[in-house]
């Protein structure tokens, strides 16, 4: 699917329950030359999907797939496309060892329990998958790659994980945020070690700097009023962190009796990222000094 002169979406079904959503992946391209942003899942079909898409594009050669973070529905497919292709895997240093390391319990997007071992059977295997990339790009902020005349711009922007980075395309002024900002709804974000609100919100408000007039997430349709919509996300956020402090306020005091609250229909396959994310909020009210943690409960400072 066409979305400029020189970007085009790459779909393909969803593979695994990572949300309501597939995730994206992208391919950027001007005269023989491209690169892929993300490379989705590693199951047979996603992955045919994509091969045979390049394959349309008779001539291109894919020099760089870019993983924007190293969670498995963004990075499962990334060993197999660049057997494909012959395209050099780059991903954030702080993302290798998680990458790397299937066996983790680094948190992903979705936690399947272990009752449920047809999926957690799916899990493994795609973990298994990404950490086979083996990145031999080491990409840091402010880095840039050349595709054609084009320049990829490194943004890094931790948040959801702390080595996830954006995407941005000056000649196009065309942003890849990976899971940092979504087209519809929100992202998980956990508290530290692995995620961090805070930085989350720095990150953006860094966005919102960028001159972008067009903004491809993740997941989710593509955004054409960027600094609206990553207004929305901080707007969001501001607010969630307010409903946890009344929440406190009123008496429930623990992430557990926040939940239903604040996630009163949610899958409950979600409900431990959602768990999380309270918990990163919590975290980044306690860096301000405006709760303190006593035991499993909060109080209000």
Same mark, same amino acid.
């Given at each position: ?21 597939? $995730? ?21 079909? /996603? ?12 001539? #291109? ?27 050099? #895997? ?101 508290? $530290? $070690? ?8 720095? /990150? ?7 001159? /972008? ?31 946890? #402090? ?25 409900? $431990? ?15 301000? /000094?405006? #709760? ?10």
């Amino acid at each position: 699917m066409q979305v400029t002169d020189h970007i085009f979406s790459i779909p393909a079904e969803q593979a695994f329950y990572t949300g309501p959503q597939s $995730p994206n992946v992208f391919l950027v391209r001007d005269g023989d030359e491209a690169a892929l942003i993300d490379s989705g899942f590693g199951d047979e079909p /996603s992955v045919k999907e994509r091969l045979d898409f390049l394959a349309e594009h008779e001539g #291109v050669r894919v020099k760089y797939i870019v993983l924007t973070h190293h969670h498995f529905d963004h990075s499962s497919g990334a060993a197999q496309l660049r057997d494909a292709t012959g395209g050099a #895997v780059a991903l954030h240093p702080q993302e290798e060892e998680l990458l790397r390391d299937w066996q983790s319990k680094a948190p992903q997007d979705i936690e399947v329990p272990e009752e449920m071992k047809e999926l957690a059977e799916k899990v493994e295997t795609f973990r298994k998958q990404a950490a086979e990339a083996d990145p031999t790009i080491k990409m840091n902020d402010g880095d840039e790659f050349s595709v054609g005349d084009l320049t990829l711009r490194v943004v890094h922007t931790p948040g959801h994980t702390l080595g996830s980075v954006c995407i941005y395309i000056p000649q196009e002024r065309a942003l890849f945020t990976g899971d940092t900002a979504l087209g519809l709804g929100t992202v998980a974000i956990s508290p $530290p $070690p692995h995620g961090d609100m805070a930085l989350y919100l720095e /990150s953006l408000e860094r966005l919102k700097t960028l001159d /972008s007039a067009l903004m491809l997430p993740g997941h989710g349709q593509e955004v054409h009023d960027v600094p609206a919509k990553l207004q929305e996300l901080i707007d969001h956020r501001l607010a969630r962190e307010e409903q946890i #402090v009344g929440l406190i306020r009123k008496g429930k005091r623990t992430p557990k009796a926040m939940l239903s609250t604040i996630y009163p229909e949610l899958d409950k396959r979600m409900l $431990p990222v959602a768990r999380r994310q309270i918990e990163a909020h919590l975290a980044k009210l306690e860096s301000e /000094s405006r #709760v303190a943690q006593a035991g499993d409960e909060w109080t209000l400072v």
